[in-house]
């Protein structure tokens, strides 16, 4: 029978499968953050169980992490007794970390990639929604709870029931300035914010093939914020040339037999999906959102909905309360909502080539005088790299602040936060109220909007910069 | 794991679709290790914001059940969520659609999640909006949902509710299987990565 890839992968790593009981699921890789681990950590000592593979998982620091002065102890009390608990957990337990100031810490979905532990046909899990991140390998790459990490810590299995399939092509050819984020925020607003619950989501398509592994991986992060449980893209030769030479990529001879494999990881002719869903790039133009979740998205051309023309009660209740939490009022055009923050950065658009594209609009101009910026890039690799490139001086030249690798304000859990009723355009995956301070609001935009709103202080598309 | 086999309490009316899991319980909760004592995080952003949020009246404050509008608990993984609302005391979330992994958390922790029909979660609104004592019965054994003279059946997979009902914790039921586990280990092939040793970049 034809099968998808997500199928072949789930179906290659099936330890036991029973009528009437979960199938039992081989995890590859487990991945730890210092947020949803110590309970598991408890858990098992509680239980006097152990770590059955501490080879296969590695624990970074990245929500809690200050961006700045990152070597001085972190200064919130309760922030540092939760890096502390992850830095005795990995020592007790015989597991590898990245802490602060380790060359290879950085943003927990960032890493795996950069140091080759993400690998197709992979099964990998997170304590982390955003673990669906690595599916841009054609791994099957999955978010997780604080149960199962423990349950992933003592077995390197979990109880798992098939999921469903479902598919996004995107077929033809992006025009100048719209990128991954905007095909991906285009998706969400379309199947809207838990769209594809109980589906894994494989895209495909020209112009999803035509796209890089950093724009790959924005595209699959953010597969959670339309509620999928994963998402996926078969692995072809920019996967395999963005791998080779990685710190744990295979080599030699190992490198022959894992290509031979990963290039069977593709659907089938015929495979059938339950879910299909079509978009057509070049219509695709800059996306932010105006609400308070991910499917509240339009072209930056729009205007802000007006809820009374919302047929449905419930979405009509759900577009009152995001706009009157948004400050925002029906009918204003987006490019004119002015924003106090610039956050570029997180784990959707905080690698090398997110920085590249914004860099690149900044060049030699300053950003809006009222405007702050923050540059977080998403781990300490990123951070050398874009030195190594000059363009750490190119973002302090305009006027932006340059910080140290970590989730930072993606959710405010460190020092960098919105204060109440100010506005953020964010390179992030989630607007939800407070995500990134108490009353702050969030506009999710894509890396070069990110860097064009910047330099006007209101949403703008990098087009629209022609000429201002 | 505590067990799940009936509950009877109020219920607390929450007219909001897509609650997320940011708002369930905010980041700056999380930082605790602990897996008790989220209380004071529960919904805090609107229960401190908006005077007439349903937690915020008396008439609903001992609420156990909580009845949401469609897809709630999206966003983040949090578990917490799941703990924040045990503590804060609901034993039984009732919407016509979750998201997955805060579904999944619930059954870890022994909060049910129950899916009823848009229908029946706007007619549970209205009982509670009208008399906010109505009693509610869920009941996971029957798999029904009972107040006044209204039963609603819902769908719960036999295995999960068998976990629940009996209170069984996931991982004492794999280590029955340790030997199967093992036999795969012996299959995988042997150029997958492996995180240590630490290699140079
Ligand atoms: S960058 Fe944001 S979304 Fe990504 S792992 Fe960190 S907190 Fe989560």
Known sequence: MPKTLAEKVYEAHVVRSTAGEPDLLYIDLHLVHEVTSPQAFDGLRVAGRTVRRPDLTMATEDHNVPTLDILAPIADPISRAQVEALRKNAAEFGIRLAPMGDRDQGIVHVIGPQLGLTQPGMTIVCGDSHTSTHGAFGALAFGIGTSEVEHVLATQTLPQYAPKQMSVTVDGELAPGVSAKDIILAVIAQIGTNGAAGHVIEYRGSAIEALSMEARMTICNMSIEAGAKAGLIAPDRTTFDFLQGRPHAPQGADWDAAVEYWSTLRTDEGAVFDAEVVLDAATLTPFVTWGTNPGQGLPISERVPDPAQIADEGERRAAEQALAYMGLTPGTPLTEIEVDTVFLGSCTNGRIEDLRVAADLLRGKRIDPSTRMLVVPGSVGVKSQAEAEGLDQVFIDAGAEWRGAGCSMCLGMNPDQLKPGERSASTSNRNFQGRQGKGGRTHLVSPSVAAATALTGRLTAPADLIGA | ?201
Request: proline content about 6%; hydrophobic content about 40%; overall charge negative.
């Open chain 2, 1 to 201: 794991m505590d067990a799940f086999i009936t509950h009877t309490g109020t219920v607390a009316p929450l007219r909001r679709s897509a609650v997320d899991t940011d708002q369930i319980i905010p980041a700056e909760y999380l930082k605790r290790i602990t897996r008790t004592g989220f209380e004071d995080g529960l919904f805090v952003a609107w229960r401190t914001n908006e005077p007439d949020f349903v937690l915020n009246k008396p008439e609903y404050s001992d609420a156990s059940i909580l009845v949401a509008g469609p897809d709630f608990g999206t966003g983040s993984s949090r578990e917490h969520a799941v703990w924040a609302l045990k503590d804060g005391g609901f034993r039984v979330v009732i919407s016509s659609r979750f998201a997955d992994i805060f579904k999944n958390n619930s059954t870890k922790a022994g909060l049910l999640t129950v899916v009823l029909p848009q229908a029946e979660v706007e007619a549970l609104w209205a009982a509670a909006e009208a008399d906010p004592t109505t009693q509610v019965t869920v009941d996971l054994q029957a798999k029904l949902v009972t107040y006044g003279d209204t039963t609603v059946p819902f769908d719960a997979d036999d295995y999960t509710r068998w976990r629940l009902l009996e209170g069984l914790d996931d991982v004492g039921l794999t280590e029955r299987h340790l030997d199967d586990v093992e036999a795969f280990e012996g299959r995988r092939p042997a150029w997958l990565p492996k995180a240590l040793p630490a290699l140079p970049a």
